[in-house]
């Protein structure tokens, strides 16, 4: 069964930084790439970032130069280190997998993590 | 970038009848690369739909996605109590940045 467990979130002052943490299972994690997804309140879901099966990185205009993604292959984890955080980075953040391997596109997400709550509030 | 526009925001139905979605995209989309997904309260997004038409896996056939182009349709043939959430379709492709969302409809009880 796949699973996608999410950690980290919290309570940050704007300007300040937090790690988000997604330990994944169930799957053969190093032929996927994973991406992180945020939804603010009230408001639609966002694509933040996506790193790629062989480490590749790539980010939304709203976090480039502040969010770094990363992965381990050997504890099957993706990260999101949150810099210089603003009060508009506070949403839900999800880890998702894309859905298939090897067809040269990136795909839909099907699984996800349950979510986790990043507040940017001073 | 392309943006999809989702009509209607709110689409008020009873259990039984039947739901069309729509998903309009400001320029072709490539190969139908066109996704929906169900939100509900509590609950992480649930991809239903890949490659405009086709249904992800366990997804139940009341189900079904249509469209090419630009123009896209999610369509529940009868809706179930369980089928009432929000919607969202994203595109996808050539790269990541190409992830985009719709704004959602949701769809109530009526």
């Known amino acids: 069964e796949v699973q996608l467990l999410e950690s980290g979130g919290g309570l940050v002052q704007p300007g300040g930084s937090l790690r988000l943490s997604c330990a994944a299972s169930?799957?053969?994690?190093?032929?996927?790439?994973m991406t992180w997804v945020r939804q603010a309140p009230g408001k639609g879901l966002e694509w933040v970032s996506t790193i790629g099966a062989y480490f590749d990185t790539h980010y939304a205009d709203s976090v480039k130069g502040r969010f770094t993604i990363s992965r381990d292959t050997s504890k099957s984890t993706v990260s999101l280190q949150m810099n210089s955080l603003r009060v508009d980075d506070t949403a839900e953040y999800f880890c998702t997998k894309d859905a298939f391997v090897g067809n040269g596109i990136w795909d839909p997400f099907d699984y996800w993590g349950q979510g986790i709550v990043v507040t940017v509030s001073s | 970038e392309i943006v999809l526009t989702q009509s209607p925001d709110t689409l008020s139905l009873s259990p039984g009848e039947r739901a069309t979605l729509s998903c309009r995209a400001s320029q072709s989309v490539t190969n139908n690369y066109l996704a929906w997904y169900q939100r509900k309260p509590g609950q992480a997004p649930r991809l239903l739909i890949y490659?405009?038409?086709s249904r992800a896996t366990a997804i139940p056939d009341r189900f079904s996605g249509s469209g090419s182009g630009t123009d896209f349709t999610l369509t529940i043939s009868r809706l179930d109590p369980e089928d009432f959430a929000v919607y969202y379709c994203q595109h996808y492709g050539r790269s990541p940045e190409m992830f985009t969302f719709g704004q959602g409809t949701k769809l109530e009880i009526k």
């Open positions: 169930g799957f053969t994690f190093s032929t996927h790439p």
């Open positions: 490659g405009a038409s």
